[in-house]
Nanobody, 124 residues
């Protein structure tokens, strides 16, 4: 059984940084494609970043480009989202997600596994 557990969220001042972690159990991270999504209060779940099972070809939502980095550590079986220069509009619950498809995806419905989410709050 695949389980994903996020951590690393919290309260940060605007301009600050956070690194979110997503520990996978039940399957090696190298066997799946990965993504991070976020859901702000009262809104739907939005794509942030994705990387394929090879750890190559990362994709980012436009506002995340140049500030966020998705990465994997196969030894720790963990996927990360490094977030720099955070803005108040980044306040949301952040979810990691995984899929067993053959390509990077930005579509929420194409992901098979989800974590429980971690809250990120950016104060202005």
């Amino acid at each position: 059984q695949v389980q994903l557990t996020e951590s690393g969220g919290g309260l940060v001042q605007a301009g600050g940084s956070l690194r979110l972690s997503c520990v996978a159990s039940g399957i090696p991270v190298s066997k799946l494609d990965w993504a991070w999504f976020r859901q702000a209060p009262g809104k739907g779940r939005d794509f942030i970043a994705a990387v394929d099972r090879m750890g190559t070809d990362p994709k980012y939502e436009d506002s995340a480009k140049g500030r966020f980095t998705i990465s994997r550590d196969n030894v720790k079986n963990t996927v990360y989202l490094q977030m720099n220069s955070l803005k108040p509009e980044a306040t949301a619950v952040y979810y990691c997600a995984a899929r067993s498809g053959l390509r990077v995806s930005k579509i929420e419905g194409e992901f098979d596994y989800w974590g429980q989410g971690t809250q990120v709050t950016v104060a202005s």
